[in-house]
Protein backbone atom coordinates (compact mmCIF):
# COMPACT_ATOMS: atom_id res chain seq x y z
CA UNK A 1 0.00 0.00 0.00
CA UNK A 2 1.48 3.26 -1.26
CA UNK A 3 -0.38 5.25 0.85
CA UNK A 4 -1.81 7.09 -2.14
CA UNK A 5 -5.73 6.88 -2.63
CA UNK A 6 -7.56 7.18 -5.75
CA UNK A 7 -11.28 6.99 -6.33
CA UNK A 8 -13.17 5.36 -8.18
CA UNK A 9 -11.20 2.28 -9.08
CA UNK A 10 -13.36 2.21 -12.38
CA UNK A 11 -15.75 4.29 -14.30
CA UNK A 12 -18.10 3.51 -17.15
CA UNK A 13 -19.40 6.53 -19.12
CA UNK A 14 -20.38 8.12 -22.70
CA UNK A 15 -18.89 10.08 -25.08
CA UNK A 16 -19.31 14.03 -24.33
CA UNK A 17 -19.94 13.34 -20.39
CA UNK A 18 -17.47 14.96 -17.97
CA UNK A 19 -16.21 12.99 -15.26
CA UNK A 20 -13.80 13.88 -12.44
CA UNK A 21 -11.00 11.88 -10.51
CA UNK A 22 -9.98 12.10 -7.09
CA UNK A 23 -6.46 11.62 -5.42
CA UNK A 24 -5.71 11.80 -1.99
CA UNK A 25 -1.88 11.68 -1.72
CA UNK A 26 0.22 9.86 0.98
CA UNK A 27 -0.20 12.14 4.43
CA UNK A 28 2.74 14.72 4.50
CA UNK A 29 3.16 14.74 1.00
CA UNK A 30 3.02 18.51 -0.60
CA UNK A 31 3.31 17.36 -4.56
CA UNK A 32 0.79 15.53 -6.66
CA UNK A 33 1.33 14.23 -9.69
CA UNK A 34 -1.27 13.36 -12.45
CA UNK A 35 -0.23 10.52 -15.62
CA UNK A 36 -2.49 8.82 -18.05
CA UNK A 37 -1.56 5.63 -19.34
CA UNK A 38 -3.02 4.29 -22.70
CA UNK A 39 -2.28 0.91 -24.07
CA UNK A 40 -0.82 2.30 -26.98
CA UNK A 41 0.79 5.55 -25.54
CA UNK A 42 2.52 4.33 -22.18
CA UNK A 43 2.58 6.54 -19.04
CA UNK A 44 1.75 10.16 -20.17
CA UNK A 45 2.23 13.32 -17.37
CA UNK A 46 -0.34 15.44 -17.03
CA UNK A 47 0.08 17.90 -14.33
CA UNK A 48 2.01 18.50 -11.21
CA UNK A 49 0.68 20.92 -8.25
CA UNK A 50 2.92 21.11 -5.14
CA UNK A 51 1.01 22.55 -1.91
CA UNK A 52 -2.03 24.02 -3.86
CA UNK A 53 0.40 25.54 -7.19
CA UNK A 54 0.39 24.14 -10.39
CA UNK A 55 4.22 23.83 -10.98
CA UNK A 56 4.32 21.72 -13.89
CA UNK A 57 2.12 20.61 -17.04
CA UNK A 58 3.01 17.85 -19.73
CA UNK A 59 0.64 16.40 -22.21
CA UNK A 60 -2.67 17.80 -20.55
CA UNK A 61 -5.48 18.69 -23.18
CA UNK A 62 -7.34 21.64 -22.87
CA UNK A 63 -10.75 19.72 -21.92
CA UNK A 64 -8.99 17.91 -19.02
CA UNK A 65 -8.11 20.57 -15.96
CA UNK A 66 -7.17 20.13 -12.18
CA UNK A 67 -6.33 21.27 -9.07
CA UNK A 68 -5.24 20.38 -5.86
CA UNK A 69 -7.45 21.97 -2.57
CA UNK A 70 -6.16 23.41 0.92
CA UNK A 71 -6.01 19.41 2.47
CA UNK A 72 -4.02 18.60 -0.47
CA UNK A 73 -6.00 16.24 -2.02
CA UNK A 74 -6.40 16.62 -5.87
CA UNK A 75 -9.38 16.17 -8.64
CA UNK A 76 -8.80 15.54 -12.07
CA UNK A 77 -11.56 16.52 -14.27
CA UNK A 78 -12.57 14.83 -17.50
CA UNK A 79 -14.82 16.80 -19.97
CA UNK A 80 -16.12 16.22 -23.13
CA UNK A 81 -14.98 12.79 -22.93
CA UNK A 82 -14.04 11.09 -25.95
CA UNK A 83 -13.24 6.80 -27.14
CA UNK A 84 -9.70 8.17 -26.83
CA UNK A 85 -9.22 9.20 -23.23
CA UNK A 86 -10.32 5.57 -21.90
CA UNK A 87 -7.11 4.96 -20.22
CA UNK A 88 -5.87 4.21 -16.73
CA UNK A 89 -4.85 7.77 -14.82
CA UNK A 90 -2.58 7.60 -11.93
CA UNK A 91 -2.10 9.72 -9.21
CA UNK A 92 1.32 10.05 -7.42
CA UNK A 93 2.77 12.23 -4.71
CA UNK A 94 5.86 12.90 -2.86
CA UNK A 95 7.14 15.01 -0.40
CA UNK A 96 9.11 18.11 -1.99
CA UNK A 97 7.94 20.20 -5.34
CA UNK A 98 10.47 17.82 -6.88
CA UNK A 99 12.22 14.48 -6.75
CA UNK A 100 14.88 14.38 -8.83
CA UNK A 101 16.88 14.09 -5.73
CA UNK A 102 14.31 13.26 -2.86
CA UNK A 103 14.17 9.80 -3.90
CA UNK A 104 10.49 8.50 -5.09
CA UNK A 105 6.89 9.28 -6.32
CA UNK A 106 4.26 7.32 -4.61
CA UNK A 107 1.76 5.95 -7.03
CA UNK A 108 -2.24 5.08 -5.92
CA UNK A 109 -3.51 2.21 -7.83
CA UNK A 110 -5.10 4.12 -10.75
CA UNK A 111 -8.39 5.15 -11.98
CA UNK A 112 -9.45 3.34 -14.76
CA UNK A 113 -11.75 5.13 -17.31
CA UNK A 114 -13.83 3.37 -19.95
CA UNK A 115 -15.51 5.67 -22.54
CA UNK A 116 -18.47 4.22 -24.61
CA UNK B 1 13.49 17.93 -21.33
CA UNK B 2 15.18 15.32 -20.66
CA UNK B 3 14.16 12.08 -22.54
CA UNK B 4 15.69 8.62 -22.20
CA UNK B 5 15.57 5.76 -24.55
CA UNK B 6 15.50 1.98 -23.46
CA UNK B 7 15.03 -1.13 -25.07
CA UNK B 8 10.97 -2.07 -25.78
CA UNK B 9 11.26 -5.80 -24.49
CA UNK B 10 14.08 -7.92 -22.96
CA UNK B 11 13.52 -11.95 -22.25
CA UNK B 12 15.58 -13.65 -19.63
CA UNK B 13 15.39 -17.10 -17.86
CA UNK B 14 14.89 -17.79 -14.39
CA UNK B 15 18.19 -17.27 -12.15
CA UNK B 16 20.02 -15.09 -14.51
CA UNK B 17 20.85 -11.86 -13.97
CA UNK B 18 19.62 -9.40 -16.05
CA UNK B 19 20.77 -5.60 -17.22
CA UNK B 20 18.46 -2.58 -18.93
CA UNK B 21 20.31 0.17 -20.21
CA UNK B 22 18.74 3.48 -20.11
CA UNK B 23 20.07 6.40 -22.93
CA UNK B 24 19.78 9.64 -21.27
CA UNK B 25 21.87 12.02 -23.44
CA UNK B 26 20.18 15.47 -22.34
CA UNK B 27 21.03 14.65 -18.76
CA UNK B 28 21.29 18.06 -16.83
CA UNK B 29 23.69 18.11 -14.30
CA UNK B 30 20.91 18.69 -11.05
CA UNK B 31 19.30 15.54 -12.55
CA UNK B 32 19.10 12.35 -10.44
CA UNK B 33 18.41 9.10 -12.41
CA UNK B 34 15.45 7.20 -11.15
CA UNK B 35 14.06 3.54 -11.90
CA UNK B 36 10.24 2.23 -11.36
CA UNK B 37 8.56 -1.61 -11.58
CA UNK B 38 5.14 -1.28 -13.49
CA UNK B 39 2.67 -4.64 -12.95
CA UNK B 40 -0.15 -5.07 -15.20
CA UNK B 41 -3.25 -2.66 -13.69
CA UNK B 42 -1.15 -1.07 -11.05
CA UNK B 43 0.85 1.65 -10.32
CA UNK B 44 4.65 2.27 -10.98
CA UNK B 45 7.10 1.24 -7.80
CA UNK B 46 10.21 2.86 -6.92
CA UNK B 47 13.31 0.54 -7.52
CA UNK B 48 16.70 2.54 -6.67
CA UNK B 49 17.55 5.95 -7.71
CA UNK B 50 21.39 7.57 -7.99
CA UNK B 51 23.62 10.15 -9.19
CA UNK B 52 26.46 8.81 -10.42
CA UNK B 53 28.77 5.44 -9.85
CA UNK B 54 26.84 2.85 -8.33
CA UNK B 55 23.63 2.26 -5.87
CA UNK B 56 22.99 -0.89 -4.68
CA UNK B 57 19.89 -1.95 -2.64
CA UNK B 58 18.22 -4.89 -1.87
CA UNK B 59 16.59 -5.63 -4.81
CA UNK B 60 18.46 -3.99 -7.53
CA UNK B 61 21.68 -2.02 -8.65
CA UNK B 62 22.26 0.92 -10.73
CA UNK B 63 25.41 1.69 -12.38
CA UNK B 64 25.85 5.30 -14.06
CA UNK B 65 29.20 5.77 -15.83
CA UNK B 66 30.94 9.24 -15.54
CA UNK B 67 29.28 11.17 -18.53
CA UNK B 68 26.26 9.89 -16.98
CA UNK B 69 24.80 9.81 -20.08
CA UNK B 70 23.24 6.12 -20.01
CA UNK B 71 22.68 4.14 -16.95
CA UNK B 72 22.62 0.28 -16.14
CA UNK B 73 19.61 -1.44 -14.03
CA UNK B 74 20.87 -4.94 -12.86
CA UNK B 75 18.07 -6.96 -11.44
CA UNK B 76 20.24 -10.06 -9.93
CA UNK B 77 18.89 -13.81 -10.33
CA UNK B 78 15.43 -12.66 -11.73
CA UNK B 79 12.28 -14.88 -10.63
CA UNK B 80 8.92 -14.95 -13.03
CA UNK B 81 7.65 -12.21 -10.62
CA UNK B 82 9.92 -9.75 -11.89
CA UNK B 83 8.48 -9.89 -14.87
CA UNK B 84 7.60 -6.17 -15.30
CA UNK B 85 7.52 -3.23 -17.44
CA UNK B 86 11.10 -1.25 -16.07
CA UNK B 87 10.95 3.05 -16.71
CA UNK B 88 14.23 4.46 -16.15
CA UNK B 89 13.28 8.10 -15.20
CA UNK B 90 15.36 11.64 -15.19
CA UNK B 91 14.29 14.35 -13.32
CA UNK B 92 14.21 17.56 -15.27
CA UNK B 93 15.81 20.02 -12.93
CA UNK B 94 14.69 23.34 -14.83
CA UNK B 95 16.25 25.61 -11.74
CA UNK B 96 13.35 27.00 -11.73
CA UNK B 97 11.82 24.60 -8.51
CA UNK B 98 10.00 22.88 -11.15
CA UNK B 99 10.15 19.43 -12.26
CA UNK B 100 8.57 17.34 -14.92
CA UNK B 101 9.15 13.74 -14.54
CA UNK B 102 9.04 12.06 -17.84
CA UNK B 103 8.45 8.41 -18.20
CA UNK B 104 9.56 6.81 -21.26
CA UNK B 105 8.02 3.98 -23.02
CA UNK B 106 9.88 1.56 -20.77
CA UNK B 107 11.68 -1.71 -21.16
CA UNK B 108 8.52 -4.93 -20.96
CA UNK B 109 10.96 -8.07 -19.12
CA UNK B 110 9.67 -11.02 -19.53
CA UNK B 111 11.34 -14.15 -17.21
CA UNK B 112 10.94 -17.62 -18.73
CA UNK B 113 11.30 -20.61 -16.27
Known amino acids: DSGVTQTPKHLITATGQRVTLRCSPR?????VYWYQQSLDQGLQFLIQ???????AKGNILERFSAQQFPDLHSELNLSSLELGDSALYFC???????????????FGEGSRLTVL | LAKTTQPISMDSYEGQEVNITCSHN???????ITWYQQFPSQGPRFIIQ???TKVTNEVASLFIPADRKSSTLSLPRVSLSDTAVYYC??????????????FGKGTKLSVIP
Open chain 1, 92 to 106: ASSARRGVSNTGELF
Open chain 1, 27 to 31: SGDLS
Open chain 1, 49 to 55: YYNGEER
Open chain 2, 26 to 32: NIATNDY
Open chain 2, 50 to 52: GYK
Open chain 2, 89 to 102: LVGDGSGAGSYQLT
